[in-house]
Every structure is written in C-alpha cells, then in structure tokens.
C-alpha cells in the first residue's frame, strides 16, 4: 500500500500543499502528481463524474507522488469506502455539523477498531489482494486520513468537540459556505469570519490535530501557517487554465487582435 505524502509531512509538522483539480483528462492527474504536488482534492461533491472515472484519473496520479485526497458528498459513507478502495489516501467530508457525525466518517474510512470499513482487498488500494491481510488492515488505517470540513455556524459551535474525534486529522474550514451561512457572503475578512478561523485554529492545537483551509496566494498562506495552518489548498485546474488564456489576449490585443469575450465580468 502506498504510503502518504500528507501523514508523513503533518507527522514532521510540515505544510502540506494541495491542488483541486476538475477536469478529468488523465494526463493532467499524471503531470500534477510528476510535479510532486502534495496531494490533489478531487471533488465528487460538486462535479458529476463517477466512481469508475474517479479511479482511472487516480490510477494516473499513482505515476508520480501525490496523495489523492477525495470529496464525497454530504452523506455519501457508501462512496467514500468505493473512493479509498479505488486508491484515495484521503476523505474529505464536507458539511460535517457535530462530533456524531465525524465519528460516523471515521467509522466509515477505518477498519476495525478504529471503524467498521468493509474489506475486499481486490483493488488499487492493497493492491489486489497481495498483501497479508492483518499488514493490510494495520497500514490502511495508518496510511488513510480524514479531513472534516467545517463550513457552517453550526460546525464552528461544536468544532472543539468534532476535534476531539479519533481518528479526525484534519479540520478543514470551507470559507466560501461559511460565509454564505453566516450571512456574510463573500465578505472573507468579517470579523466573524476571523472569529470562526481562530476558533478552529484553537480546537485544532487543544485536540493536537491539524487544519486548514483554502489560500488564496502565498501571503496568505504565510498568515494561516502563522495561525497554525498546515493543510493549505490553492488553485484549481480551470482557473490557471482561464488565466494563462487570458494572459495571452492580454498580450496580444495591443497588436490589434481582439476577442469576443462571452464570460461576463471576468477579473483574472
């Protein structure tokens, strides 16, 4: 079983950096991972690709380094089994709102007795059923990691009790749906939101797990590490791709080229 990049640089307390990326050509999980990205998000809670997609664009990914850090919806304990089997080193489980249901990730992501994860072992995962199985179930549980999003009121009033799960890693703030369900949307610098940050980065060190949450450049990121931070996200596939195009008109339009834009108010 592979070992993951993530566990191991937390374990040292080093930062971890992770990228999302949407479109679904294997080539692109393959060249990320050769670059030697920590880990990449893959996002099955808002993109409509399935579980045998999933695998193949992991099976990619497993040319180079990086952990595959997957993305179920709300609710989905069934697909996250079928993710982990499928190569994942890592959930995230987005819309987490008390300790009982984190338990209920964990319970889902673990073999016993840490969870009660079914076994098949005829996967990427073992791989296909060449390990022992008592090396199996010890590695897994050790190698898996768990990241619970925390992204509505609700979650910031029990995060100190979600922290203390076990087998919780990671807290992962959600600043856009946290935003949105305290009524601030958008507003990443309300004091309320800070408030919400500060209080995860403090249930975080009391529980001696860590957290995170998405950066949006190095500046920032060197804000959050201050605050404890070692779980950072920045950037997404589509966005570097729109802005590397954009660049490019932005070039060429002085030499008379122009374009007929149908993206409304783009800010690149």
Request: hydrophobic letters at 45%; aromatic letters at 6%.
């Given at each position: 079983?592979?070992?993951?990049?993530?566990?191991?640089?937390?374990?040292?307390?080093?930062?971890?950096?992770?990228?999302?990326?949407?479109?679904?050509?294997?080539?692109?999980?393959?060249?990320?991972?050769?670059?030697?990205?920590?880990?990449?998000?893959?996002?099955l809670?808002?993109?409509?690709?399935?579980?045998?997609?999933?695998?193949?664009?992991?099976?990619?990914?497993?040319?180079?380094?990086?952990?595959?850090?997957?993305?179920?919806?709300?609710?989905?304990?069934?697909?996250?089994?079928?993710?982990?089997?499928?190569?994942?080193?890592?959930?995230?489980?987005?819309?987490?709102?008390?300790?009982a249901?984190?338990?209920?990730?964990?319970?889902?992501?673990?073999?016993?007795?840490?969870?009660?994860?079914?076994?098949?072992?005829?996967?990427?995962?073992?791989?296909?059923?060449?390990?022992?199985?008592?090396?199996?179930?010890?590695?897994?549980?050790?190698?898996?990691?768990?990241v619970?999003?925390?992204?509505?009121?609700?979650?910031?009033?029990?995060?100190?009790?979600?922290?203390?799960?076990?087998?919780?890693?990671?807290?992962?703030?959600?600043?856009?749906?946290l935003?949105?369900?305290?009524?601030?949307?958008?507003?990443?610098?309300?004091?309320?939101?800070?408030?919400?940050?500060?209080?995860?980065?403090?249930?975080?060190?009391?529980?001696?797990?860590?957290?995170?949450?998405?950066?949006?450049?190095?500046?920032?990121?060197?804000?959050?590490?201050?605050?404890?931070?070692?779980?950072?996200?920045?950037?997404?596939?589509?966005?570097?791709v729109?802005?590397?195009?954009?660049?490019?008109?932005?070039?060429?339009?002085?030499?008379?080229?122009?374009?007929?834009?149908?993206?409304?108010?783009?800010?690149?």
């Open positions: 079983m592979r070992p993951s990049v993530v566990k191991a640089k937390l374990a040292r307390n080093e930062p971890v950096l992770v990228t999302c990326l949407h479109l679904t050509d294997p080539s692109l999980y393959e060249m990320t991972s050769l670059l030697g990205y920590d880990a990449i998000w893959m996002d809670e808002h993109h409509a690709y399935s579980v045998e997609t999933a695998n193949a664009l992991m099976r990619a990914a497993r040319v180079g380094v990086s952990d595959i850090m997957a993305r179920p919806a709300k609710g989905e304990f069934m697909r996250m089994s079928r993710l982990l089997e499928a190569g994942a080193q890592g959930i995230m489980y987005p819309r987490c709102e008390s300790a249901e984190a338990a209920e990730v964990v319970r889902w992501c673990k073999f016993h007795p840490l969870g009660t994860r079914g076994i098949d072992g005829g996967n990427p995962d073992m791989p296909y059923c060449s390990m022992p199985l008592t090396d199996y179930l010890r590695e897994a549980n050790e190698q898996t990691f768990v619970v999003q925390i992204e509505d009121p609700t979650a910031v009033e029990n995060v100190e009790a979600i922290a203390r799960v076990p087998g919780v890693d990671i807290l992962f703030i959600g600043p856009a749906d935003s949105i369900l305290s009524g601030i949307a958008g507003q990443y610098d309300h004091p309320r939101m800070q408030t919400s940050i500060e209080r995860v980065a403090a249930a975080a060190r009391a529980a001696g797990v860590h957290w995170g949450m998405p950066c949006g450049s190095a500046e920032h990121a060197k804000k959050l590490m201050q605050l404890g931070a070692r779980y950072l996200a920045h950037g997404c596939d589509l966005l570097m729109m802005q590397g195009m954009t660049r490019v008109q932005q070039e060429f339009a002085p030499l008379g080229f122009t374009f007929d834009k149908r993206i409304a108010g783009l800010k690149i």
